[in-house]
């Protein structure tokens, strides 16, 4: 294999890696979190607390790559993108490390350490776009940002799979809900040695630039001075906020409405992954040629209508026969972001731009869990309309926000 099929390699596993961290605590925390028969938190607290402390280290990752994806990217425009990615490894096992002894120890406040930890380190993220842009030309950067998006959804499906599976002691005794933090500290080692020892750096370093610890910040206002790129900014700022919604509370309504344990939640999350694949490897494709505007101006109330009837579903094989296509669609919509941004941009401003679309993505990520955990706890059908309802409102900005258009042109015909 050439060097640059080797440095590809690598990327896609630390892209699966961000994903597989992200997806590793969905069937744990809820469950541990809102137990009180586990024991984690004290006995008395209220279900209102629980959830607004469920909501805190579920919003602690994304923040934390809120303000790590811009600084890194930003970084590795002027140190190189190995440098970073070494960087970004290291933090990441540190951070398993310590959520693994916060579950062994029951210390709330070491798990969101730990969480935070991990978080900081999947702003490799803008490093991982940066550098397959690095080496990509024409319309084989839809390809690899594809199979990137692909190694994401492997990551999501097999991260929530061994957080279920790996936390259950009905198939082991030996396993804990710190069982997944240390089997994902094993893969940080590996992915460590990974990049030392394969990775060959895609970029030559730039001039140093200005970088501010409050960079995810900022980059939310250079988001919107991006005039040509506002309206995609705010629709996608939208669209992600309903998306988290749906992603980190569908388990209370899971727990409430089919009783699932954490390894079904796992197995429920490997399902949504595996739509995750389908759709960046396949249906991707299948749309290319349709305009990018007019994908996200039907996609997104159409995907807003779709997903509202789960609500009403009480026998879970049919809930999850409707379920099917929303990952797919969801897959479809996270794809058409990274694509514009960086063919937008500058060769030697990947980093740094595509560090402002990760600051958009992480913040409004972040939002949910911060805001609404409380209330996705007293209603569990809130992870349901609320996503509905934002990626409804994500589809209006396209309808009736005047503003600059995106590109209409097909997805395969944008890069020349």
Sequence with gaps: MSPQTITKIVIFFTCFLDAFGIGLVFPLLSPLLLDSAQGFLPLLTSDSMRGALLGFVLASYSLAQFFSAPVFGMLSD??????????????????YIIAGFAIFLKSYCLLLLGRLLEGMASGSISVTYATLADISTGRSKIK??????????????????????????????????ATPFWFAAILAIINLLLVFLFFKETFTATTKKQIHLLQGVINLKKAWLLFPLRKMMLAMFIFFIGWEIFALFIPIFLINRFVFDSLAIGNFYAFLGAGFVIGNTFILRLVSHIPTENLLKIGLPLF?????????FSSLPFFLAWLSLIPIAGAVIFALGPIHISNASRADEQGEVLGIYQSVQAGALALPPLIFGSLAVLYPSFSIWGSALFSFLSGLVFWFIKG???????INKIFP
């Design 144 to 177: 690899n940002f594809g199979w990137l998006g692909a190694c994401w959804s492997l990551g999501f499906i097999l991260g929530p799979f061994a957080g279920g599976y790996l936390s259950s002691n009905k198939l082991s005794t030996f396993f804990t809900y």
């Design 304 to 312: 807003a209508i779709y997903i509202f009837p789960l609500i009403y």
């Design 404 to 410: 600059p258009k995106l590109p209409k042109t097909p």
């Design 78 to 95: 002027y140190k190189g993108r190995r440098t970073i990615l070494i960087r970004c490894v290291s933090i990441a096992f540190v951070g």
